[in-house]
């Protein structure tokens, strides 16, 4: 971890983020964000991009939930995006995490995983043993992952949901909350109840 950062995004998410840092004996050294709600979050002044040389800035942390924007600042900002873990968090040496993914409190990771980059491995959540989980996905809190399941870029996965061993998820898929997922999903569906039934489908304009 980093001894000092920048956040971009002045959202809930980001509050987690800092409690994260904070949690972690980590300086935050600004908090970005052009459309703020309010002057600070958690007693950091939020400043504005034009406040910034955005040419580079440094270390970095995208705090923002919303997996297409992640996607999109992570390709247009010059930064040195690094990873935050709650020191709650169990996750075995064998997990590999890529640049500017969090982790959040009570997450367990087993042997074998693999974690792409901007993603949010959300509170309580559980993720077994040989996972891949590609880019700028959000695992939300309470969802159970069994052994061997793969992840698409950008897919969401709802509050609770469970998803059992081996299924493949497409890419930018939705998967509602308290979701059972026994069978593999495509890309771009979204997919409620037990079990879960695709209802429709996203956007492809990704």
Same mark, same amino acid.
């Given at each position: 971890m980093?001894?000092?950062?920048?956040?971009?995004?002045?959202?809930?998410?980001?509050?987690?983020?800092?409690?994260?840092?904070?949690?972690?004996?980590?300086?935050?050294?600004?908090v970005?964000?052009?459309?703020?709600?309010?002057?600070?979050?958690?007693?950091?002044?939020?400043?504005?991009?034009?406040?910034?040389?955005?040419?580079?800035?440094?270390?970095?942390?995208?705090?923002?939930?919303?997996n297409?924007?992640?996607?999109?600042?992570?390709?247009?900002?010059?930064?040195?995006?690094?990873?935050?873990?709650?020191?709650?968090?169990v996750?075995?040496?064998?997990?590999? *995490? $890529? /640049? !500017?993914?969090? +982790?959040?409190? =009570?997450?367990?990771i087993?042997?074998?995983?693999? @974690?792409g %980059?901007?993603?949010?491995?959300?509170?309580?959540?559980?993720?077994?043993?040989?996972?891949?989980?590609?880019?700028?996905?959000?695992i939300?809190?309470?969802v159970?992952?069994?052994?061997?399941?793969? *992840? $698409? /870029? !950008?897919?969401? +996965?709802?509050? =609770?949901?469970?998803?059992?061993?081996?299924?493949? @998820?497409? %890419?930018?898929?939705?998967?509602?909350?308290?979701?059972?997922?026994?069978?593999?999903?495509?890309?771009?569906?979204?997919?409620?109840?037990?079990?879960?039934?695709?209802i429709?489908?996203?956007?492809?304009?990704?």
């Amino acid at each position: 971890m980093e001894n000092s950062i920048t956040l971009y995004g002045a959202s809930g998410h980001g509050k987690v983020i800092i409690d994260i840092l904070n949690s972690s004996g980590i300086m935050i050294k600004s908090v970005i964000d052009d459309n703020p709600k309010a002057k600070s979050i958690l007693g950091i002044p939020i400043a504005k991009t034009s406040d910034f040389d955005m040419s580079s800035l440094g270390k970095t942390i995208i705090s923002i939930g919303n997996n297409k924007v992640r996607k999109k600042l992570s390709n247009a900002l010059n930064a040195d995006f690094i990873i935050a873990i709650h020191p709650s968090a169990v996750i075995s040496s064998f997990t590999r *995490i $890529g /640049e !500017g993914s969090v +982790v959040m409190a =009570g997450v367990a990771i087993n042997p074998d995983v693999t @974690i792409g %980059k901007h993603c949010i491995i959300n509170t309580n959540s559980i993720i077994e043993h040989d996972a891949l989980i590609s880019d700028f996905v959000h695992i939300c809190p309470g969802v159970s992952l069994a052994g061997n399941v793969t *992840i $698409g /870029e !950008g897919t969401q +996965v709802g509050i =609770g949901a469970t998803i059992i061993q081996g299924i493949s @998820i497409g %890419k930018w898929v939705t998967i509602g909350a308290g979701a059972v997922i026994i069978n593999d999903i495509s890309d771009y569906a979204v997919v409620v109840g037990n079990p879960g039934k695709i209802i429709k489908y996203n956007s492809i304009n990704e």
